[in-house]
């Protein structure tokens, strides 16, 4: 599973941007097991429901901390205050589509 999208998918890859738009401290994750993991959400997001309701184990890893076998699970490119237009984040989706090439 590959996800692309804004905050309601994103589940970490802010961590690790350059940008105002971060999440990784309370009152965000909460109600998550680990705490606040970068989840715009007291809990999960629409791909830890998706990747639960397909059977995965575990969610699918953001694209800044997928790594070897997990990348073949697939991979999650949300990143929170993410826009169509390049003047509206850090990285645009050209940019993130490009790379699945």
């Not at 070897?68 to 390049?86: F, K, Q």
Request: charged letters at 20%; hydrophobic letters at 35%.
């Amino acid at each position: 599973m590959f996800l692309f999208g804004d905050s309601q998918f994103d589940n970490g890859n802010n961590n690790l941007l350059i940008t105002k738009s971060k999440s990784n401290y309370r009152p965000y994750g909460i109600d998550y097991p680990d705490g606040p993991t970068g989840r715009f959400s007291n809990g999960r997001v629409i791909p830890d429901f998706l990747a639960q309701f397909l059977g995965f184990a575990k969610p699918i890893s953001p694209f800044v901390t997928a790594r070897d076998s997990h990348i073949l699970r697939g991979v999650n490119y949300a990143s929170g205050a993410a826009g169509i237009l390049d003047e509206t984040g850090v990285l645009s989706v050209i940019n993130d589509i490009s790379e699945c090439k």
